[in-house]
């Protein structure tokens, strides 16, 4: 307006000091916090890659090949039997590898459903080739049989009902894509989304009959060759693996590390 001045009134001012003393800015500098030691990693385990923007299945693991460490139990479909000592190597292995380069698993694990139409125009309108299976990751995923979660839980496991339907005769994972909806994140999808590029190992508790564990174990088995043959990876790329052995044993092989199991009394 005219005549209206434009320097800010005198009792206004951007100094943030006081008769020349600076006021502390409250969490302005961080503490250095020590990462902690390198993970120790015996003769028989590779040593982690560093990802690249144009890496192709670098993640390295124990369980590939799946008869370096572990025994085969069948082949039709493809199982394979792993002891509890091999399976904590396995985890601790998986853990200090090195994540991808986030262009070449997202949008993929946001969701990507071929009728969702807000999805797609959000994340895909510049890069089509967002919906494919990335080939640069190999995961580990533990599923335990009956899928009580509340006892004898291996940290990170998750139930079947996660990645398979509820109808016993179906043996291909469940479509976990939303059809409908929008979000960035979708974190209820991603367990079911790293399954597919997962070696996945098959284990119950003390009161879980041997048969429903193969049970399991062999529709898992038999969705992983549907979802290859679906997704341009070699047959049996990804393998499924049953704990052999009582569940005890896996706290007598890991005695040092209380975070990998989780009990509570029923």
Same mark, same amino acid.
């Given at each position: 307006? *005219?005549?209206?001045?434009?320097? *800010? %009134? *005198?009792? +206004?001012? +951007?100094?943030?000091?006081?008769?020349?003393? %600076?006021?502390?800015? !409250?969490n302005k500098h961080i503490p250095v916090c020590s990462p902690g030691p390198v993970p120790f990693r015996g003769p028989e385990t590779p040593p982690a890659s560093p990802p690249n923007k144009d890496s192709v299945n670098e993640t390295s693991s124990i369980t590939y090949p799946p008869t370096k460490y572990c025994t085969e139990y069948s082949d039709d479909p493809s199982l394979y039997t792993i002891n509890?000592? =091999?399976? $904590?190597?396995? +985890? #601790?292995?998986? $853990?200090?590898q090195p994540l991808p380069n986030p262009e070449q698993v997202f949008p993929w694990l946001h969701g990507l459903h071929a009728d969702n139409q807000i999805q797609l125009a959000f994340f895909t309108n510049r890069r089509k080739s967002g919906r494919r299976v990335p080939k640069c990751i190999r995961s580990l995923t533990v599923v335990k049989t009956g899928g009580d979660l509340s006892r004898s839980k291996l940290k990170g496991a998750i139930a079947p009902e996660e990645l398979l %339907?509820?109808?016993? #005769?179906?043996?291909?994972?469940? #479509?976990?894509? *939303?059809?409908?909806?929008?979000?960035?994140?979708?974190?209820?999808? @991603?367990?079911?989304?790293l399954a597919m590029v997962s070696?996945?190992?098959?284990?119950?508790?003390?009161?879980?009959? !041997?048969?429903?564990?193969?049970?399991? $174990? =062999?529709? +898992?088995?038999?969705? @992983?060759?549907?979802?290859? $043959?679906?997704?341009?990876? %070699? =047959?049996?790329f990804f393998n499924t693996f049953m704990l052999s052995g009582e569940f005890r044993l896996v706290q007598l092989a890991s005695p040092s590390k209380p975070s990998l199991t989780k009990h509570r009394s029923v």
């Open positions: 307006m *005219p005549g209206r001045s434009t320097t *800010p %009134p *005198p009792h +206004l001012t +951007l100094n943030t000091s006081t008769r020349g003393t %600076p006021i502390a800015v !409250p509890a000592q =091999r399976m $904590a190597q396995a +985890l #601790e292995h998986m $853990a200090t %339907p509820s109808t016993p #005769e179906s043996n291909t994972f469940i #479509e976990c894509d *939303p059809k409908d909806g929008f979000s960035v994140r979708n974190f209820q999808i @991603q367990a079911c989304k070696d996945i190992i098959v284990y119950g508790d003390e009161k879980t009959s !041997p048969s429903e564990t193969i049970a399991l $174990a =062999r529709r +898992l088995s038999k969705a @992983q060759r549907q979802s290859e $043959a679906k997704n341009g990876f %070699p =047959r049996c």
